[in-house]
């Protein structure tokens, strides 16, 4: 067989571009997964929050990690700076300009966005992460984990945190909507019973869509006509109304395709129109090796020949 290491890179080239072609002809067709409309979620309107930070006390207590009294919650040093939730702190509050009223700055709560079709989940190899069935909640099983952190790259709101101050027994850490709450009793994640303002609203995510856009018939001065998760990469179990843009105040613009809807076609689609993984493994695997033995035979003939002259 006469193979040269242009013609094995010629061969891998076109036999790849075939399977890229087909995947970015089928990452149009339509990809969406049924979303129920018993899931849960929560709707935050941004525009009554206090920034008390009671919410990031509660979800502390609730799931057992390290916290101050939550008198010290008070502190509004802390809003100097922007913060993202990691594995010490679940869920944080940050504070943004409000041009209206420069006086009363919109205070923002971020954490895990419970994505309808999440990419978390399609990026996991294990099954670490998936979605409840039952409540809609995004969860994760640390028996099955690891370690890949596939979950953080994949996740477009950059949640997952991992433990790195864990040596031993390391977790992806985020909010998990409390749970143990939800599948047990039914009853609303601790921060959003905490909120002395109600500030959030628990309840069926569709209730809780029609409830937003009521909200903005109503009150058209003080909201943006947008409902942010409503649609945001499939939709969210979290929903925010604001006074101004979602993604003035580090929210992503997203359209409404969800991410899985690019990377699940793509896998698919190779595996289907290219080779299946072991097959293709396997194949590349003897082209190699028939390589190296054709290299093997042209340096031992080209040494004879040198050596005769």
Not at 194 to 199: A, K, L, N, S, V
């Given at each position: ?13 076109a036999a790849?571009?075939?399977?890229i ?16 409309p ?11 929050c206090?920034?008390?930070r ?13 916290t ?27 504070s943004y300009?409000?041009?209206n009223?420069?006086e ?13 079709d ?17 409540t ?12 890949c ?8 709101f ?7 101050q ?17 599948s047990?009793?039914r009853?609303?994640p601790?921060?959003v019973a ?6 959030m ?8 869509i ?9 009150y ?13 990469l499939g939709?969210?179990s979290?929903l925010?109304l604001?006074g ?7 929210f ?8 899985p ?19 293709l ?7 190699m ?9 042209e340096?031992?003939q080209?040494?004879q020949e040198?050596g005769?002259?």
């Open positions: 067989m006469d193979l040269t290491r242009r013609g094995f890179l010629k061969f891998t080239a790849g571009t075939v399977g072609t087909n995947a970015s002809k089928s990452v149009r067709a339509e990809h969406r997964k049924p979303v129920s018993d899931w849960l979620g929560v709707l935050v309107d941004t525009t009554v206090i920034g008390c009671k919410c990031e006390w509660a979800c502390k207590d609730f799931h057992n990690l390290p101050e009294p939550i008198d010290k919650y008070e502190n509004k040093a802390v809003f100097k700076k922007v913060r993202r939730p990691d594995a010490e702190g679940y869920t944080v509050v940050n300009d409000n041009p009223n420069p009363k700055p919109y205070y923002v709560k971020v954490q895990c966005m419970h994505c309808n999440a990419a978390c989940v399609s990026a996991c190899i294990v099954g670490a992460f998936t979605k409840d069935e039952r809609g909640a995004v969860i994760y099983d640390a028996w099955k984990c690891i370690g952190r596939y979950c953080m790259a994949a996740c477009p950059q949640i997952p945190a991992y433990e790195y864990n040596a031993l027994t390391p977790q992806i850490r985020k909010c998990n909507l409390c749970f143990s709450n939800l047990k009793y009853k609303q601790a921060c905490i909120c002395p303002m109600e500030t609203i628990f309840g069926k995510r569709s209730e809780l029609k409830i937003a856009h009521d909200r903005i018939r109503k058209p001065e003080r909201y943006v006509d947008h409902v942010y998760g409503e649609h945001e939709g969210t979290w925010y604001s101004k843009p979602m993604w003035e105040m580090h992503k613009h997203y359209d409404e395709k969800p991410i809807a690019y990377t699940e076609t793509i896998q698919h689609s190779l595996f289907k129109n290219f080779l299946p993984p072991l097959a493994f396997s194949m590349l695997g003897s082209l090796w028939i390589f190296k033995r054709q290299e093997q035979r340096k031992k080209n040494n040198g005769g002259k």
